[in-house]
């Protein structure tokens, strides 16, 4: 069963610093691996996807990367805004069994002014 | 432009009580999810569904069931809830790319939050 690692589960930077959060998945048969933000009592959203084909992704000032033979993801954060607050959560679609993501636990980003 | 739609956003069901959720999404997707968030846990599937009229068993299926009567609606049931179901409850939707499923972006409702007394 695919499982997936994130570490570390919180994290607090000073507001313009650049910062790494890890995720690991332990089964490499993977179509895709997503990024997705989730805030206090709301819902996902899907930051960055990256195919599995593909290395990395970038978006404004969030890049994604994918070694899939390692079965590790990382996403950078450059010049830290307190706006990016939040719990960062990454997932995997297998190429196996049920059409659904395979979660981490998260990691709790703050962000400080 | 609405996307993915929860109803309710929260709800306090006693033990052995019913409910049901509603999913509604509004972007002509094929797939639908019911995932259930819970403490120190990854969200996990519960059921989910390739089209209208269809559904199939996820991760954690057990003392749920599910129904897909049209396109955009997806339900989940609760026949008699129980304290373990304590939980968030997402539902999800995303496309399908025929050939080019490594493209398959899920998009995700706000969440309802059940508590099981």
């Known amino acids: 069963k695919q499982e997936v690692t994130q570490i570390p589960a919180a994290l607090s930077v000073p507001e313009g610093e650049n910062l790494v959060l890890n995720c690991s998945f332990t089964?490499?048969?993977?179509?895709?691996l997503q990024w997705f933000r989730q805030d206090p009592g709301k819902g996902l959203t899907s930051l960055l996807l990256i195919q599995s084909s593909q290395r990395e992704q970038t978006s404004g000032r969030l890049n994604a990367s994918l070694d899939k033979s390692s079965g590790r993801s990382t996403l950078y954060i450059a010049a830290s805004q307190p706006g990016d607050s939040a719990t960062y959560l990454c997932?995997?679609?297998?190429?196996?069994?049920?059409?659904?993501?395979?979660f981490g636990t998260g990691t709790r980003l703050t962000v400080i002014p | 432009n609405a996307g993915v739609t929860q109803t309710p956003k929260f709800r306090v069901l006693k033990t052995g009580q019913s409910m049901t959720l509603l999913c509604a999404q509004d972007?002509?997707?094929?797939?639908m999810y019911w995932y259930r968030q819970d403490p120190g846990m990854g969200l996990r599937l519960i059921h989910y569904s390739v089209g209208e009229g269809t559904t199939a068993k996820g991760e954690v299926p057990d003392g749920y069931n599910v129904s897909r009567l049209k396109k955009q609606n997806f339900l989940l049931g609760l026949e008699s809830a129980a304290p373990s179901q304590t939980s968030v409850y997402f539902c999800?939707?995303?496309?399908?790319?025929?050939?080019?499923?490594?493209?398959?972006?899920?998009?995700f409702g706000a969440g309802t939050r059940l508590s099981v007394l």
């Open positions: 089964d490499s048969a993977i179509y895709n």
């Open positions: 999800a939707s995303s496309y399908v790319l025929v050939g080019l499923v490594g493209k398959n972006i899920q998009y």
């Open positions: 972007m002509n997707h094929e797939y």
């Open positions: 997932a995997v679609r297998p190429q196996t069994g049920a059409n659904n993501l395979f």
